[in-house]
């Protein structure tokens, strides 16, 4: 079994930056990959990033790419996902997520379906302010 807990979400100004954590315990050496879904108000649970165990291979989706970076200490077990440039629309609950099938790399269309995900943290609010 493998266990997920965000942390780090917050209120920030539009144009601002957070930076979220997930912790990984348990059977962590059956994770492959590790990614980041967002779920705002009235709306259904979206991918926003994905990486693969070495870290090297990412996958971002449109509305976030080039303000948004996943990275993976392993280490320290932890998953970060830094964003910058906020914007109002990017207010929502963030949920890391992570496969042991995922991989070996990331590539387009990306693994953006939950069902591909097979463990899932409780989720971190972040809320920009306009």
């Known amino acids: 079994q493998v266990h997920l807990v965000e942390s780090g979400g917050g209120l920030v100004q539009a144009g601002g930056s957070l930076r979220l954590s997930c912790s990984v315990s348990?059977?962590?050496?059956?994770?492959?990959?590790m990614g980041w879904f967002r779920q705002a108000p009235g709306k259904e649970r979206e991918f926003v990033t994905a990486s693969d165990s070495t870290g090297r291979s990412t996958y971002y989706s449109d509305s976030v790419k080039g303000r948004f970076t996943i990275s993976r200490d392993r280490a320290k077990n932890k998953v970060y996902l830094q964003m910058n440039s906020l914007k109002p629309e990017d207010a929502a609950v963030y949920y890391c997520a992570a496969s042991f099938s995922i991989g070996p790399t990331i590539a387009p269309p990306g693994p953006i379906y939950e069902y591909e995900w097979d463990y899932w943290g409780q989720g971190t609010q972040v809320t920009v302010s306009s």
């Open positions: 348990g059977h962590t050496y059956t994770i492959y990959s």
